[in-house]
């Protein structure tokens, strides 16, 4: 009894003292979009079906805030249709498996190259943190990021100077996801940023812009954890499933049959019920792999040519590497908490609206999921979003927005992507996609550069 | 081979009652069944003194001494805007939907016949209760509804029976009602193809028209010359409807996606529902004896706590019928408050006020009834010439701004603005 109260007397003092102790938040700077740049990555330049191009860019999210914050010029580096890389399309749901194939095999072209100042979305495909306050757009195109780079940065500067350069009055900054996301797409935690070098990183660039803009209002996002979010890596079963019936193939014993995969460091095994198969790979099992070397004489698997060779490591996640990459993104989170904090800069929960997509929202007449094509929120390629998905990340944004600086900014509606209901610019012109097809050969190499992990036919022939 | 998840297939949400489905109601009574109550703000139970009786109390009835007949109607306009909850991630800056501008007519005509020195036999045709919510396309909200019509009219042979002296009297009769109700809505479902949220099918319910029967009583008492007291009852009912849903494919412009919506669009087939409607109630007391004016008071109590729920049944294929719309109305009542002054031997000049508090729920509110508290205020003139008698109102209704506040079980929150014209005519002859 007497340990009891004491525990409650402890209790007491412990919640009194945060009570008092716990400041009330007050954002830095205010909301004023006067001048307003974004800070980010291929979330934040509107990448979509795995292509960059204007008829997706007026709904990258740092574009929709500022058509709701009501910003007149908001500059954006314009890529023609069908895009750098051409755009994933849905062009066969008759059949079974759709079919998803590229508009065309040759670039978009960027069009406001010439833009005499930098662009208010300064966000880079491929850009994780460090490249943030590294990448200039001189660096040679070795990876995704420094390809868009060359054009988006132009070698005026960093993405935080470009965005110091104009005198920022609202910064937005989304950016961590590749940190994490380029080991997911490749199938292996071996390519998750380290810890320490995001910390630095993250806080390098929080510094230098509360530096360079000390009375700008800010905001940045946590990074989701749940891998189970993207279709990328929820589309593909662990175990062989009959196209006919769309129900597991069962095995003598009546047990679902697991692929064969190499699980890390060359060990193969058979893949449990919590593996993940990488969407790409699906392609691959068409074809045999994964399939146990079991049945390699048993029809109809041997007519297919790869049966009883494994999946490459690159092409599964394990439970134990999804749990590696989750406690990275936590860990990650943490981070960008206390930078934040540290700063007075609100976060938007960026998290939490992949989880509430992956259990299923409704919106209006909607429902929204994380299902691949038919769930409206993630694009073609599995893992970018859709002009809804980055509807819906934006009006995050605006919330925590709204909530840190007390301001009463209007989020963006899903009835806009009502047919006839074009969604509209601050002006009130009517955005209307811009479906001309040109075909540069000098833009095909960018294209190869885009996001090499991913197989151009995902369709699953 | 082909492997893949079952998830992969593609299953385009296409339900045709994708959220619940029509609350045809909500406080749809009609209280416009003659020009003289209008113009007194409905406050006419104690007063009854021409043959809208048969509606406000029949036991005034039997005050009419003379065979008469009376006909007109109410022409009723809205003035409405919707705009949209900023908070909502559908209807966010949404603004200035509206209904389609046209006028609804609510027709009345009765006849008045005494036998000889205390009995009254009359008969009269009116509409208790109607609703019209038709709103002009391109309309964010038409995946709930586009246009609710629900219509009634009733038809009531009555008697009334009053003492010699004048000073009491009862009325009653059965009531025949008849009704019929259209819901229109579009269905909408996500185009994988463009992402963009597409027309896919229309649906248009509408019942035949339905009947049945009721029974209404009053009771009119005058304790003294300049006193009056009037109480009647109209009997609650719930019309049972059959009808026809009629599914309409709407072409999207993509072969493929329109072959998928298509099979998985029910067909056209008969459908039934129920509609509870409420009773009315009404308790007045009327003098005289305020210079020479004829004041009244009323209180109405409508039961709309009757209206819980709402069913819509698709006969051929009843599981694709929509869950149960609940509703769960509250019992309402309504303050009115009206005078009536002759001016000249031949002109009369009326005053009227109401308050009439609405049964709704927040939950509840919708596009296909955004019912709020409102306040009128009436004005008219009667005439006589002769045997003629011409009355004439102008009321204006003023609904208070109500809005779903983030609770809409359609997930469609937003704030609703009504107002209403309304004008009353009616022309009678007494023999």
């Known amino acids: ?461 | 081979m082909r492997v893949i998840r079952n998830t992969f297939r593609l299953v385009i949400p296409v339900a045709i009652f994708m959220t619940t489905t029509a609350a045809f109601a909500s406080g749809f009574a009609l209280f416009e069944a003659g020009a003289k109550a209008v113009a007194m703000g409905g406050a006419f139970a104690a007063t009854a003194d021409d043959p809208s009786a048969i509606f406000y109390n029949v036991a005034g009835l039997a005050q009419q001494r003379r065979t008469a007949v009376m006909f007109g109607g109410t022409a009723i306009n809205f003035q409405n805007n919707f705009a949209g909850d900023r908070n909502d991630l559908f209807t966010a800056g949404t603004s200035g939907s509206k209904y389609r501008a046209h006028t609804f007519v609510v027709p009345n005509a009765y006849a008045v016949v005494p036998f000889g020195g205390n009995l009254t036999f009359g008969v009269g045709v009116f509409a208790p209760f109607g609703l019209r919510t038709n709103w002009e396309q391109p309309w964010v909200g038409r995946y709930i509804s586009s246009d609710a019509n629900i219509k009634t009219v009733s038809f009531e042979p009555a008697l009334a029976w009053q003492t010699s002296d004048g000073r009491f009297a009862i009325g009653g009769g059965p009531e025949y009602r008849r009704a019929k109700v259209v819901l229109n809505r579009n269905t909408l479902a996500r185009n994988p193809f463009n992402g963009r949220i597409t027309d896919v099918a229309n649906t248009y319910l509408a019942s035949d028209w339905s009947h049945k029967w009721g029974w209404n009583v009053g009771l009119l008492v005058k304790p003294t010359p300049t006193w009056r007291i009037g109480l009647s009852y109209r009997a609650p009912m719930t019309v049972d409807f059959k009808g026809t849903a009629t599914i309409t494919q709407i072409p999207s412009g993509n072969a493929q996606f329109d072959a998928v919506v298509a099979s998985q669009l029910p067909s056209t087939q008969p459908v039934t529902t129920s509609i509870a409607m409420s009773d009315f109630a009404y308790l007045g007391i009327a003098t005289s004896a305020v210079g020479k004016w004829d004041i009244e008071a009323d209180i109405v109590r409508n039961s709309w706590s009757r209206f819980k729920t709402l069913s819509i049944n698709l006969v051929n294929t009843p599981a694709l019928s929509p869950p149960t719309r609940v509703s769960n109305w509250k019992n309402t009542f309504s303050y009115r408050l009206g005078g009536n002054r002759p001016v000249t031997p031949d002109w009369d000049v009326r005053l009227g006020a109401l308050y009439d508090k609405n049964p709704q729920p927040t939950f509840d509110i919708s596009p296909i009834l955004a019912d709020s508290d409102r306040v009128g205020v009436s004005f008219g003139v009667g005439y006589k010439r002769g045997p003629w008698v011409l009355d004439a109102t102008e009321f204006a209704l003023h609904f208070k701004k109500r809005g779903s506040n983030g609770q809409s079980q359609d997930n469609f929150n937003g704030t609703y603005k009504t107002d209403a014209n309304l004008i009353t005519v009616n022309l009678g002859y007494r023999f």
């Open chain 1, 1 to 461: 009894m007497t340990r009891n109260r004491s525990f409650i007397h402890i209790a007491a003092a412990l919640m009194l003292t945060a009570l008092v102790a716990s400041p009330v938040f007050a954002a830095r700077g205010s909301a004023n979009f006067t001048s307003f740049v974004a800070i980010g990555d291929s979330y934040g330049a509107g990448v979509e079906s795995a292509s960059l191009n204007r008829n997706h860019q007026p709904f990258s999210w740092p574009a929709v805030i500022a058509r709701q914050a009501g910003v007149a010029d908001f500059q954006q580096p314009l890529v023609s249709f069908p895009g750098i890389g051409p755009e994933l399309q849905l062009v066969d749901i008759v059949h079974f498996p759709p079919t998803i194939l590229p508009a065309g095999t040759a670039n978009g072209q960027p069009i406001n190259l010439a833009l005499a100042r930098p662009y208010n979305n300064l966000s880079i495909p491929g850009a994780n943190v460090s490249d943030v306050i590294t990448l200039i757009g001189k660096e040679p195109a070795t990876s995704t990021a420094r390809s868009f780079a060359q054009f988006i940065l132009r070698g005026l500067g960093t993405e935080v100077q470009q965005a110091l350069a104009q005198k920022p009055t609202f910064i937005a900054i989304w950016i961590g996801g590749n940190d994490a996301l380029g080991s997911v797409l490749a199938g292996t935690p071996a390519l998750l940023t380290p810890l320490d070098t995001f910390k630095t990183s993250y806080n390098a660039m929080l510094d230098q812009l509360v530096a360079g803009a000390p009375a700008a209002g800010m905001v940045v996002g946590n990074i989701p954890n749940n891998v189970l979010s993207l279709p990328y890596l929820t589309s593909v079963a662990p175990f062989l499933i009959d196209p006919a019936t769309r129900k597991p193939v069962l095995g003598p014993n009546g047990q679902k049959i697991f692929f064969v995969a190499d699980l890390g460091g060359g060990t193969l095994g058979q893949l449990d019920a919590n593996s993940l198969v990488l969407l790409p790979a699906a392609s691959k099992i068409a074809s045999g792999f994964g399939i146990p070397a079991a049945l390699a004489q048993i029809p109809p698997f041997n007519q297919l040519p790869n049966v009883g060779k494994p999946l490459a490591d690159t092409d599964v996640l394990t439970s134990a590497e999804q749990a590696v990459i989750k406690q990275r993104v936590d860990d990650f989170n943490t981070v960008i908490a206390q930078a934040a904090q540290q700063r007075d800069i609100p976060v938007a929960d960026i998290k939490g609206l992949f989880d509430r997509v992956a259990k299923g929202i409704f919106i209006g007449p909607i429902f929204l999921n994380s299902s691949f094509i038919t769930g409206g929120v993630f694009s073609f390629d599995g893992f970018h979003m859709t002009d809804i998905g980055y509807t819906l990340f934006a009006d995050e944004y605006i919330k925590t927005i709204n909530n840190a600086y007390h301001t009463s900014i209007p989020l963006a509606p899903l009835s806009d992507f009502l047919a006839n209901n074009l969604p509209k610019t601050s002006s009130g012109a009517v955005v209307v996609p811009d479906m001309s097809y040109e075909v540069s050969a000098e833009a095909a190499a960018q294209m190869l550069m885009f996001a090499p992990q991913l197989r151009r036919r995902q369709a699953v022939h």
